[in-house]
Every structure is written in C-alpha cells, then in structure tokens.
C-alpha cells in the first residue's frame, strides 16, 4: 500500500481523541429528524394490519376524509400510480424473483403491514382519523412457522411464487461425501437464533419537500447509506437522481435498520410531490418494533466428522432462516455470508453447506449488527460439543483446530482467503489472564457446593469490509468501494467528505484523524461532512464494519493524495526540482537535508494562497486550486480477530445468569481512534448478550405480535450488563490503506458464542446445552426441570 | 379538541403557548417552546429519553400533559452548563470518557444525572447502575457513561479527575 510512513510514525492515527460531534449533541443542540422545523410540513401517519394474513377487501375513508384538518386518505392504488414496484430479481441460482408495491394493494402480509396512509395538518389530529376509517378484511390462513411454510399445502405469502422458500443454495467441496462417510464419529449440533430487531433509540422518520418550482426533491431522512437511498428512491419515484438530495442528519443509532428504502418513506416522498408540499412522519415505537425491520430467526444444524482426537474433518452445514413476509434485501443475503465464513479461525478442509431462506407472514427481515454473528456461536459450539464427546478439554479441540501464525494466509473450503489475523494468539493471551486451569478446578470445587458458574470461550473471526470481489464471488449485487474528497480552501481552513452516513460511530472525528495523517494536519483543523448527498461523493453507507477500512482507509488515501499536491506546489515556492525530501506535518512543510528534517517557513496556508490566487507560480500543467477525489475499493475481505471469555454463575433455582468476569482479547489492527474503537467493542458486546438472554420478538401461532411495546421487548439496562474488560493485541493489515482493519460487529459474534458456551458449561453436571436463544430464567428453569 | 392558553416556566423564562389539554409536555416542549435538546424514545415512559426536571426533580416528559405543569419549573438539558457556559463536570466527563455515541438517549441522561449526583455525591457504581437503569442506551452498552459519572462525581467533590476510577 502506497505510504511512507511505519506504524510509528502514525500521529492522527491511533490518537485517544474524545469526538468532535459531541458538543453539539451534550448541549441537546443534535439535529436529529424530528427537530428539523419545517414551516407548513403536512404529517403522516399509516393504517396498519390487525392481521397476519388477510385480503383487503375495502376500505372506507369517507369518514376520516371529512375531519377538519385530514388533507386526505392514500392507498395502494394510488401509490403505484406515482410510484414504481421494488423488484428484487438478482440473477443468481437458487434466489427468486420477488416484487412489492409501494403499499400493498390487495393483501397485507403481516401484522403491523401496512394499508393507507393518512394526511393530515398535525399528528394529533392524523392519529384521530386513523380511527375513522374502516377496512373490511379476509383473513387468510397465517404462515408462522417456517418449518410447516415449505410444507406442500402452506398458505403461500407471495402468491406470485409456488412455494414460500424464497431462496436455496448449496455448496459442497468435491470429497466432502466421502470424507463423511469415512468417519465413523460424527458429532450433530443444533442452534437456533430467535427473531430479534434493532431497536435504535430514535425510531425511523422522514421529512420531505417537494419543490415544484425545480421539480427537486429535498429529504432528510436517517439513513446509514445516504447515496444507494437516494439511488433507490429517485428509481422509484421515476426521477433522475439530480432532482434528489438526501440528507442524513444526526440518527439515533442505526444498526442496519436503517439502509434499506422503506415503503412508509417512499411513500411520504411521493404524497409530498403530489401534493406539492412537505410531507413527514415521524415513527412510534409500537410501529417499530412491529414493521421496520427485524432480524436473525434461523434454525441451524452442524454435523461434524472427526478424528479421536477432535480433529475436524469435513462439516456440514444446514441453516434454514425466516425472512418475513418481504424482501427488501435480496433473500440470500445474509444467510449466504454466514455459510461462506463459517469456518472461521478453524481449519477445514472437506465442507458442505444448504441454506434455505423462507417467506412466513411476520416483518421482514433485514441485517442487524453483525449478521452473520451465529458463525462464531456455530464453530465454538461445535468445538464445544466435540469436546463433550471424546471428554476433551474444549480449550484443547480449539487448539488442535485452530489455523496457526505461519499456515496464513489460509484459503476456506469456501473460497475466502484470511490473512492478518492472529486467532491462536489472542486466545492464549486470554486464558493465560483468565487463568484458565485455576478457574476449571475452582469450578469443580464449586459444583460440589451446588454452585453452578462457566466458562465460554469464543474465538471471532469478524468480516469486517466487504470489497466489490466478495459481492460477486458470493452472489450478492453491491460494490463495496467508498469514495472521498479533501478540499483545502484558499485560507488553509481544511474541509473533507465521505460517501458514508454515520449513526452513532463517530466518524466526523475519526475521519478527520484519517484525512489530518494523509495529509499531515491537525485532527482539529479537518472539518467533515457526511450524510449529504448534494456535498459528499456516492459511497456505498455504513454497514458491515466498513466505517473504518473503506470510509477510513479512503479518507486516508484523500489526505495522502491532497498532500501530494501540496507538496508539488511547496517544492515549486521552494525552486526544488522534486518534492522526494518534502513532508507535512501539522500544518507546516518540512524538509529533509541530509536526514535531519526540519521545519520550512512555508505553511498549508501558503499553499493554499498560491493553489488559488496565485496560479501562475503553480508548476506547471497544474491545475488552479486545491481539490482531491479518491475513490478506493478494499480487498475481497479484511478480517479482525478476537477471543471472548465469559464466565457467569447460573442460580439454579431462579435460571437467572449473572456474570462473573468478561474479558475480550481483539485485534483490529490499526486504530483510528482507540477511545471510538473501545466504545464499539463495548455496543457490539453488550448488543450480543443482550440478543442472547433478553430481546425477542414474540409472534403467537396466529402471527400477532405480542412484543410491541419496550416493557415486552426488553433490551438490558445498566443493572444488567457486566463491565468489558478489553485487551489489544494489534497487528495491521497488509493490504489495507494504513493497516486498517476494521471491527464493531465482533463484539456482537463473540458475546452470542461465549455467553451461550458459559451457560452449557454451567450446566454440564445437568447434561444442558443450550441450542436455543434467548437463554431466560424461564427458558432456563424449564430446562432444568426438564433434567431433574 | 379545544385548546387552552397557558404558561409553562422552562429553563427560567415563561413560554406562552396554545395547546390542546391532551398534548404531552414533550411535545410541548419541542414544538411550542421550540427546544429539541428532549427527545423521545417511546413515548410510554420506559426509554428515558424525555426525562427533564419538574421542579428539580427527573419527569418522563412523555407521560405529563403539558397543562400539568403550569407553575412549576421545568429545566431541560439546553439549561445544563458549567462555569462561564462551558460544559458541567458531567457533560465534560462524558466527553473524555466517551460516554455518547448516537447521542439520543443523552440529554435525558445528563438531566437525570444532574439531579441525582446533587442529592448523592457519593454514589457506589451499584447505585449508579440503579439510577441509569431508567434510560436506555442502545449504542454504548453503558461502561463509558457509569465510568463518567463516576468522574463527574468526583470532580464534583473536588476530587482529583483520576480519583474515580
Ligand atoms: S419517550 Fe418518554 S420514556 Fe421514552
Ligand atoms: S448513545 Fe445512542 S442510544 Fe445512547
């Protein structure tokens, strides 16, 4: 990668910098959706479906119409007038095509789906209508359970497919079988993650303003990918996307809830150029945690062959996961990654896997922090549960399967090649702190006391940038590059700007310590701008771990390449025929003679002055002004590493789970930010032990939603999460701008796989595993009376 | 629905507004009075988000009709500040301990906290886990924000900063 610098040498990079996008925010001056005024904008608000099934046979609004203060009553129909279908029709085997209107017109799909939308001056009055208008529906028969779905007589949800298994796709290595069939100890796992949602604080929302005068559309909206938003909703509203600007502004979190276009929105654009106005809406919580989107339901089963020593041999992997009742992202998409990276820090040579993504009538599915977090629970299990076998030690199985230092980089059966990372080393460090061998015997002095604690280890091998090559080679649609541009303007004052949105990561200050080293600045002195897609150039969003490699690495590249310029002008001023022995720093030019550098009188100011005002001492065939754009598209795949270790004390008699000790060994190789860095290790964490033994969305047998408000659908609180002790053990990468690597998803991979590991551990003596989430006290004790 | 006139005091200056009697102090707040810094999370009083002090002591602003507060003091996070308007030991402890990141569920834990750490200057960590547990983070996973408050607290005391940890 092109840069002069060693890792030492790094000063922006790497600096424990408290963020800059805080003032704004501990002063309760955020500008978040709703505190965007807009003079006159008009709100909706949206009729949802009592039903997880049914036809919509009328709807009668005359009513609601006639309220003062109702501006009008909007349906399905008329949406696909203003509006075009979302056809999601990836040309990849086993995926099908699918399509959805706008609002659907003559069935709704799931409970909270929705029916009309409602106009009207003010929210209060919005809400007031939505109870006068009346929908005559037919219930139909409700697809809840995606096993029964692929059933031959199953109600379809989509009528247009002859079967509710949207996607099915199979790979296998060419003696996997074979290898199989010659192993006369096969060890079968199952797993099962529960329906779960994101659950960002500030729910979804949108303002909208139609300028009928320049036929432009202005939209702010919380969006983690500001540009493919903007794509999206100028294709659908049969514009050109130059008669769309989209703004994120501050978003209260994200998560992946908020990538996709969503119909509420699509539609609230498209009322605002009917009715040639601005229109918006803001969501309540019973709606979202209803109808934005949720995540993760699957069921997944491991058959392991291996050798008496718990040596893997070949593995096979069956995964079949409820999508909901549409598709806004193509079916395959997450399912499919989680089978390609399975394998993890593991070696495996012989694999198979058959993953089925089905269509049951709940709310559709999307990515939710980590998405493919089940492969570390998957592959520690696994090693878990060999070890139960042949009554091995489960840290010993890890270390005869691990992929050791000198075998990277190491190509998976699947294809994927993973380079610097460091899985064997992490996991040492952690069980030398840990204590590994005192904390079993103090376990078995404990049993014998009644007192039931674990240990879980978790190993995390976190994808964590998808680059262009993986989308392709995996049969996802989607680039994975991100672009940037650094502007010094004529007094010095240094602007830069990434085509990625932010939710809460920090990436005004972390972006600016990435630009500040390329171009060898002050942090400080870097003014970012994101969420704007009139201002910042087209990138691919927040999502994956790609903050820091893509959005990073190529804000990065910008600094680099803006001082490049800078330094041809400086050598110029300087009358030196090369810039070789030129650098910025802080602001200043140095200059080296004779490996001694030292501080020139010419500063970025001086530049800048002479870039714009004084264009004829520029060298020549250059450009006046001081403007860099780079693009930049990261390798297949970069991966972070880490090892978790969990140890919790379960009380028998009340199945609660406490913890008694978290620690977590990453390498995410270099850091932008550590403070940033910690902070995500910290969400990540905590969201995956929260996943595991609190949040559930709960649907009954006749698909109605029972967790609707946050009193039933329970994230924790500070009462209830352990204290993160983190240690870093940072190897850079080698292909990436800087060495960045990327993480903030890992937290969520090891915390699902060490909480879970700990509880099984726990409850050894009782013969428990646990193959199901969320692990509750009520989901524990029925277990245990199971046993006894 | 009929509105009424009336006066709410907030961060020390009478705002008149217009409102319908059922029209929730936090919005109130937000569009009448015009100060955003409250947020709302859920609106049925579990997120904390909208907490702000009615006479000094934390409200959910989303469970209080507007018109149940005229009379008293209201205080929001835009009337939180230190010395010469800079930050408060703990708005200045969240900064460096990075104890925000989306930043939504903030205002209402600063007003929260503002509150309590002036009745308990001495809080155990277990204490402040128990305060906190009315507010929801989703993006933290609350280690920073415990941690700095620790800090504020101390530097309240006029305690060294480092003394908390
Ligand atoms: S908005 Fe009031 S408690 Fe959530
Ligand atoms: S910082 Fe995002 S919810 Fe707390």
């Known amino acids: 990668m092109e840069h002069t610098k060693g890792k030492n040498d790094f000063t922006a990079l790497g600096k424990r910098m408290p963020r800059t996008e805080d003032h704004r925010l501990l002063t309760g001056h955020g500008r978040y959706i709703d505190d965007i005024d807009v003079p006159g904008a008009l709100h909706a608000c949206f009729i949802r479906s009592p039903y997880a099934h049914a036809s919509i046979l009328s709807i009668n609004s005359t009513e609601a119409e006639d309220m003062p203060g109702v501006i009008g009553i909007f349906t399905g129909k008329d949406l696909a007038e203003w509006t075009t279908s979302l056809r999601m029709a990836p040309s990849i085997e086993g995926v099908k095509p699918v399509e959805m209107t706008t609002l659907p017109i003559d069935k709704v799909r799931f409970h909270g789906d929705l029916v009309a939308c409602i106009v009207a001056t003010d929210r209060y009055i919005a809400e007031d209508a939505l109870e006068l208008v009346e929908v005559d529906y037919e219930p139909l028969d409700p697809v809840t359970n995606m096993f029964k779905a692929q059933d031959a007589g199953s109600a379809l949800v989509d009528e247009t497919l002859d079967t509710n298994l949207v996607s099915h796709q199979t790979f296998a290595t060419p003696d996997v079988e074979k290898v199989m069939a010659g192993t006369d100890r096969m060890i079968e796992t199952n797993f099962s993650e529960h329906r779960q949602t994101h659950l960002p604080i500030e729910t979804r929302g949108i303002i909208a303003e139609w300028d009928a005068g320049r036929e432009h559309l202005r939209i702010h909206v919380g969006t983690q990918a500001a540009h493919p938003y903007r794509t999206a909703i100028a294709g659908r509203m049969k514009l050109s996307e130059s008669q769309v600007t989209v703004i994120s502004p501050d978003v209260g979190g994200g998560f992946g809830q908020k990538i996709a276009l969503y119909r509420e929105e699509l539609t609230v654009a498209a009322l605002a150029r009917h009715l040639k106005c601005a229109v918006r809406w803001r969501e309540d919580r019973f709606e979202n945690l209803l109808a934005a989107s949720h995540a993760r339901e699957d069921w997944v089963r491991t058959r392991a062959a291996v050798d008496e020593n718990g040596k893997l041999k070949a593995l096979s992997l069956e995964i079949v996961e409820d999508f909901g009742g549409y598709c806004f992202y193509p079916a395959n998409y997450l399912a499919r990654v989680i089978a390609m990276i399975l394998s993890g820090p593991y070696k495996l040579d012989h694999y198979a896997f058959d993953v089925k993504v089905v269509l049951t009538n709940k709310c559709g599915n999307g990515p939710m922090r980590a998405p493919m977090a089940i492969t570390s629970w998957i592959m520690e299990g696994t090693m878990d549960a060999i070890a139960r076998d042949l009554n091995l030690d489960p840290v010993d199985v890890r270390r005869i399967n691990m992929i050791r230092e000198d075998e990277f980089p190491y190509q998976m059966a699947s294809g994927e090649t993973l380079e610097d990372i460091n899985p064997f080393e992490t996991m040492e460090k952690g069980l030398s702190i840990i204590g590994y061998e005192e904390l079993r015997s103090a376990q078995a002095a404990d049993r014998e006391r009644g007192i039931y604690r674990g240990i879980g280890i978790c190993n995390v091998v976190e994808s964590t940038t998808y680059g262009s090559k993986f989308y392709k080679s995996a049969g996802i649609p989607g680039s994975g590059h991100e672009s940037a541009w650094v502007k010094i303007e004529p007094s010095g004052a240094v602007r830069g700007a990434v085509g990625i949105s932010a939710t809460g990561q920090g990436y005004e200050t972390a972006f600016a310590q990435a630009i500040a080293e390329g171009l060898g600045v002050d942090p400080l002195e870097v003014k970012i701008e994101i969420g704007n897609t009139d201002i910042a150039p087209y990138g691919m969003g927040s999502r994956g771990a790609r903050g820091g490699t893509a959005g990073g690495g190529t804000a990065y590249l910008a600094g680099l390449e803006a001082q490049k310029k800078v330094l041809a002008i400086a050598a110029k001023m300087l009358a030196l025929n090369t810039a070789d022995q030129l650098c910025m720093k802080e602001g200043k030019v140095w200059r080296c003679i004779k490996d001694d550098w030292t501080e020139t009188e010419l500063t970025l100011a001086d530049i800048a002055r002479t870039a714009y005002l004084d264009p004829t001492k520029l060298p020549d065939g250059m450009e006046p002004g001081l403007e860099v754009h780079k693009a930049y598209d990261p390798p297949p795949m970069t991966y972070s590493n880490s090892s978790h270790f969990c140890q919790v004390s379960v009380n028998i008699n009340t199945g609660e789970v406490t913890f008694d000790r978290y620690l977590i060994v990453e390498n995410c190789g270099t850091v932008i930010n550590p403070l940033i860095v910690e902070g995500q290790q910290h969400g990540a964490t905590i969201m995956g032990i929260s996943g595991t033994l609190f949040e559930h969305v709960v649907y009954d047998e006749n698909g109605q939603n029972l967790t609707g408000s946050l009193a039933d659908y329970l994230i924790p609180t500070a009462a209830d999460v352990p204290e993160l002790e983190i240690v870093h053990m940072h190897t850079p990468n080698k292909r990436t701008p800087a060495g960045i690597k990327g993480m903030a998803e890992g937290g969520v991979m090891g915390a699902i796989g060490a909480v879970s590991n700990a509880v099984s551990d726990a409850l050894a003596p009782f013969g428990i595993t646990i193959d199901k989430h969320p692990i509750t006290p009520d989901a524990l004790r029925a277990l245990l009376r199971n046993k006894s | ?165």
């Open chain 2, 1 to 165: 629905m009929k509105k009424v006139a009336i006066t709410l005091n907030i961060n020390n200056r009478d705002v008149d507004m217009l409102v319908e009697p059922r029209k929730l102090l936090s919005d109130a707040i937000r569009e009448d009075a015009r100060l955003t810094g409250t947020h709302v999370g859920c609106e049925h009083g579990v997120c904390g988000a909208c907490t702000v002090l009615v006479d000094g002591k934390p409200q959910r602003s989303c469970l209080t009709f507007a018109v149940q507060t005229q009379g008293k003091a209201i205080t929001t996070i835009e009337a939180v500040k230190g010395n010469n308007d800079g930050y408060s030991a703990l708005q200045q402890a969240l900064h460096e301990e990075h104890g925000l990141q989306c930043g939504f569920c903030t205002p209402g834990i600063i007003v929260t906290f503002e509150a309590y750490l002036k009745e308990n200057t001495n809080p155990t960590e277990d204490e402040i886990r128990d305060v906190l547990s009315g507010n929801l983070c989703r993006c933290t996973g609350y280690q920073n924000i415990i941690r700095a408050i620790q800090k504020a607290a101390a530097v309240m005391r006029g305690e060294t900063p480092g003394a908390a940890k």
